[in-house]
């Protein structure tokens, strides 16, 4: 299993324009970005907040963050890594 580093998600969080992106977490989920405001990242960046838009949010291991997906503006996603 690959990891993806930090700086690769922050890459994806400050892109302009932004575009929504799922982190793939080890035990299977994906987990939508639809927003930059909708994630929240430890200062030692070891950990994040994925908010969804109807308040519900999952705190993530950074380490288990397994890959992460560009969602296309057709419905579909590119892998990021």
């Known amino acids: 299993m690959a990891v993806v580093k ?8 400050h892109a302009q324009p932004f575009r929504s992106f799922a982190i793939h977490v080890a035990d299977g989920r994906g987990i939508p970005v639809k927003h ?3 994630v929240a990242l430890a200062p030692t ?3 994040m907040i994925a908010y969804q838009p109807d308040g ?12 992460v997906k560009v969602l ?6 590119r892998k990021f890594k």
């Not at 930090?6 to 969080?13: F, Y």
């Not at 296309?72 to 996603?77: M, V």
């Open 72 to 77: 296309t503006r057709n419905g579909g996603n």
């Open 6 to 13: 930090i700086e690769e998600i922050r890459k994806l969080l």
């Open 45 to 47: 960046g070891r950990e």
């Open 56 to 67: 519900d949010y999952q705190v993530v291991d950074v380490l288990q963050v397994a890959r």
């Open 36 to 38: 930059e405001d909708f």
